[in-house]
């Protein structure tokens, strides 16, 4: 519905522009956008490419609701709670466009692809002026024109994922760290989760893409570059490869990268990770479950044996290794014994940190049809145990690094308080110590000096008494 200049009439995108630059000279100020993106790091990404297509129709960014001509929740639909509380903002938005009914409310990202989601919008939400689904980013401001010039209300949940587009440029909120995509999808069908059926299968970016954006950001002072997939070992052109591609690049920067499926983790990678320079000695590696039989009902394709042979030979190169993962706990028919197989496997591993989760029924998953007779409150207790058993384990890990120097790159002010600044370490762990704001975005050499169950607590070389 595009309309070519050629024609004599204007793009959707040019329309809008002009529209914004109306609303400019009027108000004195542009027109103001809010973004909010839930979830997980490729849903952020996805929330900056939106902010750099408003930006180029006129947009600036603010997050006060009452503030906003444009409100957009870019939503995640991994677990019901993400869900819920995207309902509870959208329901606190109702007043507000009683108040002022120009306002334009959008959801977008994993929930918004869902058509169960759109229908519910559509029925009982009914001020929302904008769903669109992950593959409708290319048609962004088509919707936006028809919702601003038509006055209609927009859904889309097209599944048709087609190429890449690679000309949506990301406005990025952070100054220091960078996400960079490098494949969408996922192909593996594990049976709880939602992400197969919102993003579509797997597709990767060409590596001249990547290397040229990595590059762009490391001359524009970026410091620490994550790589973005839901499983970046089956990158298509090869993942090892990119990574070492990526260590060649010139520049004082640190590359990070997330998440590796346990199945197709190779001693290829450790190696390439421990022979690169740039590259984080970290691995975040979600095992999920600890018994073997929740892992064949979860469809992950690996043992706990096959999942330990990569963490023994990563730590029989390098004792010190650092890995993360994620957990589920409470899949449907796991037993008590099955939960604390789990809690073994966190003893065995020794992880730097845990990201542990109960089991969300997702509509639509193979999991979904299981029977399931533990009650949340019960898969609750059992997530408790797991974290503090992990507490314990980690308090203790951690204290291999005190003593020890870690370069670590400070983001912004410590939990600690006042005087405080807080960032991770190459290997991943969080470091706060004592300095001065002026730090933040620098590496800077810490001297480990206590572990806690969260973090490290260090001193700053410089400030380390002499002598
Ligand atoms: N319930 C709970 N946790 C889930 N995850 C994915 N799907 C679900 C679900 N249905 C967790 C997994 C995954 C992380 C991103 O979210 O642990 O690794
Ligand atoms: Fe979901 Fe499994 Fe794909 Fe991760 S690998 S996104 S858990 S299906």
Redesign the pocket.
Known sequence: MTASINEGKLSAQEQLYTKALEYERFEGHKPLALIHSFG?QQNVSDGEKLKGMLSAIGFAFTDKTEEAELIIYNTCA???NAEDRVFGNLGQLKKLKEKKPELIIGICGCMAQQKHVAEKIKESYRYVDLVFGTFAYGDFYEMLSEIVFDHKRVFNQSDRYGDINEDLVQLRDDKIKAFVPIMYGCNNF?T????PYVRGRERSRKPERVLEEVRGLVTQGYKEIMLLGQNVNSYSYGFTELLRAVNEIEGDFRVHFM?SHPKDASRELIDTILECDKICTHLHL?V?AGSDRILKAMNRRYTVDKYMEIIDYARSKAPDFSFTT????G?PGESYEEFCMTKDVIKKVKYDNI????????SG?P?AKLPDDISDKQKGLWLRELILEQREVTSEWLGRFVGRTLRVLPTGEGRKGEGWLTGKSDEDIIVEFQGDKSLVGNFVSVRAVKAMNWALEGIREEDIPQG
């Open positions: 997980c991994v677990r019901e594990c709880y989760c939602i992400v998440s979600p999920q994620d957990i589920i706990v899949f990201y542990s989760f109960v089991y969300s029924r997702r998953t999991a």
